[in-house]
């Protein structure tokens, strides 16, 4: 897998059980706080044109707030219709308390 590790955040920013949004070059990415570790993915839903930081997080799975279907954001597969088509994620890294992710 090539590309680069780009820092994106504090880890202090990503709380957890919630989700934060940012910015790398042109992507809309969301950043999630899950059971100690930070997760990433695309942050508009596959189904509508609805940023995801803007839905529900329980557990490992993000509520679109347009039409309530969810996704896993550890693996990014769609678990609830009506989204059907999984999400992108990103890998994620942590060093000196900066939140890394690879980006292609």
């Known amino acids: 897998m090539s590309g680069e590790w780009l820092p ?3 880890r202090a920013d ?3 059980g919630d989700i934060i949004a940012v910015k790398v070059g042109d992507q809309d990415i969301a950043l999630y706080g899950v059971e100690g ?3 990433a993915t695309a942050n508009i839903c596959t189904h509508g044109h609805a940023r995801l930081c803007e839905g529900f997080l329980e557990g490992n799975e993000i509520e679109c707030p347009l039409h309530q279907g969810r996704f896993d954001v550890t693996t990014g597969k769609a678990v609830l ?3 059907t ?3 992108r994620t990103f890998p994620v890294r942590i060093e000196d308390g900066q939140v890394l992710l690879l980006i292609e």
Do not use: G, N, Q
């Open 14 to 16: 990503v709380p957890e």
């Open 85 to 87: 088509d999984d999400i």
């Open 37 to 39: 570790e930070v997760y």
């Open 8 to 10: 994106v955040a504090a």
């Open 81 to 83: 219709e009506p989204v």
